[in-house]
């Protein structure tokens, strides 16, 4: 009797510390059901080759659909077009993104352009992909996502593009979080559930610093970023995941930001 009455403590002793742990990892908060409908946008290169055909378009979709299924979302490929291009082959954003999109846009749904190359401004380094302008239906660039052919069908790029879509900065965003994650909620990317990146890099999917991605944070504490986030800089191999709170963030902003979507 007396082993049963030890065994019976110890198990709920496990039951209850299981359960404390559990509470410090967010839930996701929504199963939002909805379907968005996508139309993709081509442009030819300057010798009017389109260089993605529909199937890799789709297999793109499919991407999205496997990643975003955690909230119950879905994208449908409800069109997809190829426009002549002359002259537009590297897209600046900021120059003939604004110029594409408000020509050449479908209202109400998701407006994804691929192009050969998206160009940034000179202070990034990385094109910034997709928008996190609360929509206004007065400027189509708030409604418009441009993605790189050559990286459209890797499983992460288009991730990342829809997840800035819906309101999700990439994961070292500000760079100066700690890494106890003691003032996560108001730097780097306002997601507590995403560990602090200093921005570094990785070869196969382990981390690698320099001298512009410090190891140590501001309190000595190394970085252990996730190299595996679809919001990192890392290589597009190693990117397979969001986590619970941003999935809960590209809810609100489904719901409340961008609810004029089909």
């Known amino acids: 009797m007396q082993k049963i009455f030890i065994l019976l403590i110890g198990v709920i002793f496990v039951n209850v510390s299981l359960a404390q742990n559990h509470k410090k990892i967010p839930s996701i908060d929504n199963c939002i059901g909805k379907n968005f409908s996508v139309v993709a946008w081509v442009l030819e290169d300057t010798m009017g080759m389109a260089n993605i055909t529909q199937g890799a378009v789709q297999v793109a979709i499919n991407d999205l659909n496997a990643s975003f299924g955690d909230i119950c979302v879905s994208f449908n490929l409800c069109q997809y077009t190829v426009l002549p291009n002359a002259r537009q082959t590297k897209t600046r954003i900021g120059i003939e993104d604004k110029e594409i ?12 352009y691929f192009v050969e190359e998206v160009i940034a401004d000179a202070s990034l380094t990385i094109a910034q992909l997709g928008d996190t302008i609360l929509p206004n239906l007065n400027n189509p660039i708030t409604n418009a996502i441009f993605v790189p052919k050559g990286t459209a069908t890797d499983g992460s790029t288009i991730n990342y593009a829809l997840g800035r879509f819906f309101g999700l900065q990439y994961t070292h965003f500000g760079g100066d979080e700690l890494a106890d994650a003691s003032n996560c909620a108001t730097a780097g990317d306002e ?39 679809f919001m990192s800089w890392y290589s597009a191999g190693c ?12 809810s609100d902003v489904i719901l409340k930001g961008r609810n004029y979507l089909w």
């Open 191 to 229: 997601i507590c559930d995403t560990p602090a990146d200093p921005g570094g890099t990785a070869s196969n999917c382990h981390l690698s610093y320099s001298s512009m991605s410090p190891s140590l944070d501001a309190n000595g504490h190394y970085y252990v970023p996730d190299v595996c986030n």
């Open 239 to 250: 990117k397979s995941s969001f986590t619970n709170e941003q999935y809960n963030k590209m």
């Open 101 to 112: 999109s408000t020509i050449h846009q479908v209202n109400n749904v998701i407006n994804i």
